[in-house]
């Protein structure tokens, strides 16, 4: 038992790991996605299809065995940093002790002058002892937090991972849209979305730089005291309303649809291209499929819109065609069908992930920890004096190895000439 | 503004033939073994260096943005970095074999950078953030470090081969110290790619709704991440130090490529204008 707690909280385990997460996310990317068990048998074989969709490789990200292999990488990083803990602790306590300086990677003999061998290392200045033979000692540490580099890098990972899954577990999103004016309730909540303003930013030659929704979300949830908040939402810059971040997510054609009958107004809306609407209580719908901008030309040259339009009875196909701006759909008479005022509509994405900033946070304290961990590896170096007045540098760096013997050297050399 | 990016473009063709030319001297210099060579590659190295930061100035202040946004624009990007990071280790360790193998890499990627359009387009609107310059930039530095370390990694696989030859003893580190110093182009590199990802997380939250998507570029910069976190953790074990460590660092550099190359062309995503 104790064996198996120890593989778990291991690094051999740890490489393994990350090997295995490496080599999973590199297939899923070259593995389409999402796709059905007829679409993959038509891609490759029907025995590969099955076998695609058993292993859940169709949906890799969100496979259960991905999950459980980022369930051991957490255990594992948990582990690993709870068994580290007391090690680490009495390290950094150690740090400047002089018990504990073990073993020297670079040590050179004959220095007269030990303090400007630290000062050019730019180490901190040294504190004296007296080491158990009675000889003086001096010893500077520097960077004793970065003895914590790997370990907070190791929390942060934890965070990053605990705040992502719970975020993909608890975050509610949905998406709504419609053209200024229209209130759009969010299906599964008590919110409703109103869409106050919608803008296009172009610059000269007609390229848009950026989309801009102002919109108001109500809270529904007590129907004796509707809470209202206002917002704006454009490309990179999300409003906020109720807990919600409010994306300005696309955007795309609509038209205003009009019914008429003996010459009045029977049937009003405006329809999103996809949409579709029923000719009041009858079976017949019209889906708006597309608007063309530059359908035809004018007599005086100037374009003329058209609506791209689809009829259907009961849900069945019936007919297609395209409606010319100022025309009107004849197949329903007597009634006047037409489609009118091209528009553009605004699609916007309402969502709420309380933790998103656990892995923000989890993500600041994994690069402080790799900062800590290349940028701030700690050194030592300390000097004894010998019985001819003379001073002996020692120096050792984990992470550093021959080339901070190198730097301790070069500077003990410049020193000394 | 036309002006400047035509002398932009003269720059560039510039900085293309310097490379060529420091390829070739670094490659003289590991096969004539004259020192003086090595030297003028790394003087020539320099200047192509400093056009390029001047062509890169140019691009900038002439289409009024930073020149970070388009495919040529990361590409000649990409080759400055490597080209920054590489005269840095050749520097800081002396040692300029590095530019033997750093040269040939830094002049294909600025030959790929002239084979995409140099036109200056307008930005759509989610590129226009700040957030762009530091998610970029970022990886710039952070390409630039794993090129050199992979570069390390490679002198580090075939400096096992050549034994007792006092050119290469002279100018190629022992293998501790090669493994340190390539140890230290991974952590700038490492510390740079999880900046990357961080502002490409902060910026895709701000534009696209979702921190992390799975796109596909998102997807090939965590396996890189994920590949040199296996590397730091390869060199800790002592039996794995060394040849798999060096492996590794290679291995990751191709997943670099992979990510900025191959995943816009193979793998279209959220991130097709990058
Ligand atoms: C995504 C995963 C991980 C990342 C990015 C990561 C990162 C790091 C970094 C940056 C270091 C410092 C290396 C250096 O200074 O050279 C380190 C060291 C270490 N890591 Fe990890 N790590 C990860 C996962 C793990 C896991 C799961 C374990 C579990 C055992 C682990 C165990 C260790 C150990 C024991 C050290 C040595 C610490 C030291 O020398 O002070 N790592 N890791």
Redesign the pocket.
């Known amino acids: 038992m104790k064996k198996l707690w120890k593989f778990l ?3 051999q ?2 490489i393994g ?2 090997v295995v997460l490496a080599l999973a996310c590199a297939g899923g990317s070259f593995l389409p996605q999402g796709l059905r068990y007829e679409e993959y048998a038509a891609l490759y074989s029907e025995r590969t299809a099955g076998l695609i969709l058993a292993l859940r490789l169709d949906d890799v990200f969100h496979s259960w065995w991905v999950l459980v292999l980022t369930g051991f ?1 957490c255990g ?2 948990l ?2 940093n709870l068994l ?1 803990l007391p090690q680490l602790l009495r390290r950094s306590r150690q740090a400047g002790d002089p018990a504990h300086l073990g073993a020297p990677t670079v040590t050179v003999g004959g220095v007269q002058d030990p303090d400007a061998v630290l000062t050019r290392l730019r180490m901190p200045k040294a504190v004296e002892h007296t080491d158990a033979e009675g000889r003086t000692l001096r010893i500077a540490v520097k960077h004793r937090a970065g ?1 914590w ?2 370990w907070v ?2 929390l942060g ?1 934890l965070l990053l991972i605990l705040g992502f899954v719970l975020g993909q577990m608890t975050k509610e999103e949905y998406t709504v849209y419609g053209v200024p004016g229209q209130v759009k309730q969010i299906e599964g909540t008590e919110y409703a979305l109103k869409i106050r303003d919608f803008q296009l930013q172009r610059e000269a030659d007609g390229f848009v730089t950026q989309y801009t929704t102002a919109l108001t979300l109500y809270d529904l949830s007590n129907e004796d005291d509707v809470l209202a908040q206002d917002a704006t939402a454009s490309v990179n810059h999300p409003g906020s309303a109720f807990g919600f971040k409010l994306y300005q997510n696309s955007t795309g054609d609509a038209a205003h649809f009009t019914v008429r009958r003996d010459g009045e107004t029977v049937q009003e809306a405006v329809l999103c291209v996809g949409e579709q609407i029923s000719l009041l209580n009858t079976p017949l719908q019209v889906q708006l499929r597309a608007v063309l901008a530059d359908h035809d030309k004018a007599a005086n040259g100037s374009s003329v819109p058209g609506y791209a339009y689809q009829i259907y009875i009961d849900d069945s196909f019936y007919g297609m065609d395209v409606q010319p701006e100022g025309g009107t759909i004849q197949d329903f008479l007597p009634y006047e069908v037409s489609f009118s005022e091209p528009q553009s509509y605004t699609l916007i994405q309402l969502k709420r992930d309380r933790f998103s900033r656990l892995a923000l946070a989890g993500g600041l304290i ?1 690069l402080l ?2 900062f800590l ?2 940028y701030c590896q700690t050194r030592r170096v300390w000097a004894i004096r010998e019985a001819d007045g003379g001073w002996t540098v020692f120096g050792s760096s ?2 550093g190895g021959a080339l901070f013997a190198e730097q301790v050297r070069e500077a003990a050399n410049q020193v000394q000439s | 503004m036309t002006n400047l990016l035509n002398l932009e473009g003269i720059f560039f063709y510039a900085v293309i033939c310097l490379y060529f030319a420091a390829t070739v001297f670094y490659f003289l210099f590991v096969t004539v073994k004259k020192e003086a060579l090595g030297k003028a590659a790394a003087a020539i190295q320099i200047l192509g260096l400093v056009l390029h930061t001047a062509a890169l100035i140019l691009r900038g202040i002439g289409a009024g943005r930073l020149p970070l946004t388009n495919q040529y624009e990361f590409a000649t990007s990409f080759a400055w970095g490597l080209c920054l990071v590489s005269l840095v280790f050749i520097w800081r360790f002396k040692f300029p074999v590095i530019g033997t193998f750093a040269a040939p890499i830094i002049l294909l990627l600025i030959g790929y950078a002239a084979m995409q359009s140099r036109e200056v387009k307008a930005l759509m609107p989610a590129l226009r953030s700040s957030w762009l310059g530091f998610h970029v930039s970022t990886a710039i530095i952070a390409y630039g470090s794993f090129g050199v370390s992979a570069v390390l990694g490679l002198i580090f696989l075939l400096r096992e081969r050549m034994k007792n030859q006092g050119f290469w003893d002279k100018h190629i580190p022992a293998r501790e110290k090669l493994d340190l110093i390539s ?1 230290r182009s991974v952590c700038l590199g ?1 510390l740079f790619l999880t900046f990357t990802i961080i502002t490409g997380a902060i910026w895709a939250e701000q534009a696209w709704g979702s921190y992390w998507s799975w796109d596909p570029k998102e997807t090939w910069s965590l396996v890189t991440w ?1 590949i040199y ?1 296996t590397y ?2 390869l ?2 074990r002592r039996g794995w130090k060394g040849r798999t460590a060096a492996i590794f660092a290679v291995v990751g550099f191709v997943c670099v490529l992979f990510t900025y190359v191959g995943v816009n062309t193979l793998l279209p995503g959220l991130h097709s204008y990058a």
Request: with cysteine; net charge positive.
């Open positions: 909280g291991s690094m385990f740890a790991l990350l990488l594992n990083l582990l690993c580290r003895l580099g790997a890098c190791h990972i994994t920890g790799l961990a290349f984990p992470k | 140890y490492l994920l976190a730091l953790h060199r800790i």
